[in-house]
């Protein structure tokens, strides 16, 4: 069995990679990398190094060879004759491969070779996404053939796998360091054609509908995340589980994923227990510091993270949606907007605007929020981050506004 990885970076390699070593594909992975593509056909194999208590335990996956993506003919060849195939690129960068992916549907529908891609991308709907960005490109003799066997499966990626510790590159290039979550949801319904067996693949979770698991992961997970990045930002950390170790933003996280929890069961009728649990969970993997994640990392791009239906502000506006009180989701957008880290040319420019037009324009333009009740909320807690109130004072006005909102 062949399988295609199209993105050989931290979840490709970290992640689904492995996944598809696992199941017993011979995989061939596309990637822009030079250094990494000639690696892996020179080696045929990586090492992944999974965080377990307080030391890396390594794996090899194996079964690998590799194409540059700007060899077009490659990347047409390999996908025309896989099995399976993932994505793993960047919501950015699905415009410039939708071409060629294409190219190879039109190859795979004169030998009636139905594929499904699993699309792993930090993004609701990137099935319907990526899906509009193949279907111009597709002949229209094709069109019906192509409608009815390409998949296009949102996966939800929980696994952390943060850039790798530079002992462990030096001594290896390949080498990526992963946390040992394993679960693979998959939207059942994406499956082509309609009814074909699932892959066999380790902890493959395939349900419908599936939102309720996209939206668990960014409204939860990476809104969490994002909370701990910005408010961590503001007291000088550099490392997420240093920030999630100090107890006063951990508060605040805390009671975040709370209000998150609760609104995402009520929005989806999901088992609250259950949603709760996966929210208890993420406190403890926050805090593994084998993963040394980085404030830049978690925290760049704040005009995406902080954009109306991402995951901050989809948290807030699910919450007020659902009939509760965002406020320390509030916390977070109001440290979003003052992330001012000088690399990060996103958190330059809306932290900028904010400081000379005010918040509520900052809300309206890169955050879509003008409730006035809502743009008071969260100017309070900028206002409070700028002059370096005491920890007591955010948890006292929080409190009022649990009462009053």
């Known amino acids: 069995m062949k399988a295609v990885m199209y993105g050989a970076g931290n979840i490709g390699r970290g992640f689904i990679g492995q996944k598809f070593y696992l199941s017993g594909y011979d995989t061939t992975f596309i990637d822009v990398n030079k250094e990494v593509v000639d690696l892996l056909n020179e080696r045929g194999e990586y090492p992944i190094y999974f965080t377990r208590k307080d030391r890396y335990v390594?794996?090899?996956?194996?079964?690998?060879?590799?194409?540059?993506?700007?060899?077009?003919?490659?990347?047409?060849?390999?996908?025309?004759?896989?099995?399976?195939?993932?994505?793993?690129?960047?919501?950015?960068?699905?415009?410039?491969?939708?071409?060629l992916i294409a190219e190879a549907v039109v190859k795979r529908a004169a030998k009636n070779a139905p594929l499904n891609i699993l699309i792993c991308e930090n993004m609701i709907g990137s099935n319907e996404y990526l899906?509009?960005?193949?279907?111009?490109?597709?002949?229209?003799?094709?069109?019906?053939?192509?409608?009815?066997?390409?998949?296009?499966?949102?996966?939800?990626?929980?696994?952390?796998?943060?850039?790798?510790?530079?002992?462990?590159?030096?001594?290896?290039?390949?080498?990526?360091?992963?946390?040992?979550?394993?679960?693979?949801?998959?939207?059942?319904?994406?499956?082509?054609?309609?009814?074909?067996?699932?892959?066999?693949?380790?902890?493959?979770?395939?349900?419908?509908?599936?939102?309720?698991?996209?939206?668990r992961k960014l409204l939860i997970h990476n809104m969490g995340h994002a909370l701990q990045a910005y408010v961590g930002y503001q007291k000088g950390y550099n490392y997420i589980f240093e920030i999630a170790t100090d107890g006063e933003i951990k508060y605040i996280l805390t009671r975040a994923l709370i209000e998150s929890a609760r609104a995402l069961a009520k929005?989806?009728?999901?088992?609250?227990?259950?949603?709760?649990?996966?929210?208890?969970?993420?406190?403890?993997?926050?805090?593994?510091?084998?993963?040394?994640?980085?404030?830049?990392?978690?925290?760049?791009?704040?005009?995406?993270?902080?954009?109306?239906?991402?995951?901050?502000?989809?948290?807030?506006?699910?919450?007020?949606?659902?009939?509760?009180?965002?406020?320390?989701?509030?916390?977070?957008?109001?440290?979003?907007?003052?992330?001012?880290?000088?690399?990060?040319?996103?958190?330059?420019?809306?932290?900028?605007?904010?400081r000379e037009n005010g918040v509520a324009a900052a809300l309206a333009k890169y955050c879509e929020i003008t409730d006035e009740a809502d743009v008071a909320m969260i100017k309070t807690f900028y206002d409070m981050f700028v002059r370096k109130a005491p920890f007591a004072e955010f948890v006292e006005t929080l409190a009022s506004m649990k009462d009053t909102h």
């Not at 996908?79 to 690129?89: E, F, G, P, Y």
């Not at 290039?173 to 066999?200: N, Q």
């Open 58 to 99: 390594p794996e090899s996956v194996k079964n690998l060879k590799a194409v540059n993506g700007k060899d077009s003919a490659a990347v047409i060849e390999a996908i025309a004759d896989c099995d399976i195939m993932a994505t793993a690129l960047g919501v950015n960068i699905l415009p410039f491969v939708a071409p």
């Open 131 to 215: 899906h509009g960005l193949v279907e111009p490109h597709i002949p229209e003799e094709v069109k019906g053939w192509f409608e009815e066997n390409i998949g296009f499966v949102c996966v939800s990626v929980g696994r952390t796998v943060p850039p790798t510790p530079d002992d462990l590159k030096a001594a290896d290039p390949l080498a990526v360091c992963a946390e040992p979550y394993d679960e693979l949801p998959v939207d059942l319904a994406g499956f082509r054609p309609v009814g074909c067996e699932l892959p066999k693949i380790p902890n493959l979770v395939a349900f419908t509908p599936f939102r309720f698991f996209i939206e």
């Open 267 to 354: 929005r989806h009728g999901a088992p609250l227990d259950d949603t709760m649990q996966f929210a208890e969970d993420l406190m403890i993997r926050f805090e593994n510091k084998m993963l040394v994640d980085t404030v830049a990392r978690v925290g760049r791009d704040p005009k995406r993270k902080l954009s109306s239906g991402d995951r901050l502000t989809g948290a807030f506006k699910m919450v007020r949606e659902e009939g509760g009180v965002p406020a320390h989701i509030a916390v977070a957008i109001a440290a979003g907007l003052l992330y001012d880290l000088p690399d990060d040319a996103a958190a330059v420019e809306i932290s900028t605007f904010c």
